[in-house]
């Protein structure tokens, strides 16, 4: 086995898999990068889809485990949001080719993936509406609009960099909105929709 060990083969999985997807990310294709005997990913998993369940829990232990829902009780609550919107944009600014196979894999029924992409997006969105509930002022709000407050964050913070990712890859956007969409994902644009966004949401908050 060459001394490979279930990390590298789980950390091989996470670089190749954006290139490769569920159906091209194969016991061989793993083997090759990592110049293995292709019997040795069966020493580690049993099968393919146990790998994937491996290599998807690791990926998003990677990609939010480090987006703490916790902070210092001295700040206000909309502050706690501001700075957890943050985290979680600048976490998927980082993940997005690993975000756009996922939503690929997904649409073509691969399972295992649209399974672990339905617990991240619930763990993003519960903990977000948690803190966007606290934020209300003590006003009674409704299940429904506090989901839509959510959904009026998500499309405007981070669906931006997502879809424009996307529609650049697939040559959807003009030329002109071609040369600037990157530059939406800089720290700067970013922190401008997110104050837009709870400047909407929490106008009592930036009353003078």
Request: proline letters at 3%; glycine letters at 4%; aromatic letters at 10%.
């Amino acid at each position: 086995m060459n001394g490979t060990t279930t990390a590298q083969f789980i950390s091989a999985g996470i670089q190749l898999y954006p290139q490769c997807g569920y159906k091209q990310l194969s016991e061989d294709a793993l083997s090759r990068h990592l110049n293995t005997d292709p019997h040795a990913f069966h020493a580690f998993f049993e099968s393919k889809d146990a790998f994937f369940k491996a290599m998807l829990v690791e990926y998003r232990e990677r990609a939010l485990g480090r987006i703490s829902f916790d902070f210092s009780h001295g700040i206000s609550e909309i502050e706690r949001l501001r700075q957890l919107v943050w985290r979680l944009a600048v976490s998927i600014r980082s993940n997005l080719p690993w975000m756009h196979r996922m939503l690929m894999d997904s649409e073509e029924g691969i399972e295992i993936v649209r399974h672990a992409l339905r617990i991240q997006n619930e763990i993003m969105a519960l903990g977000l509406m948690e803190v966007m509930r606290a934020c209300s002022d003590n006003r009674q709000i409704s299940e429904m609009e506090l989901l839509n407050q959510y959904d009026f964050l998500q499309n405007a913070v981070f669906m931006p960099m997502i879809l424009n990712t996307r529609y650049q890859v697939l040559g959807l956007l003009t030329d002109d909105i071609a040369l600037k969409a990157p530059e939406l994902m800089t720290d700067a644009y970013i922190h401008q929709r997110i104050d837009w966004v709870l400047r909407a949401l929490y106008p009592q908050a930036y009353c003078a």
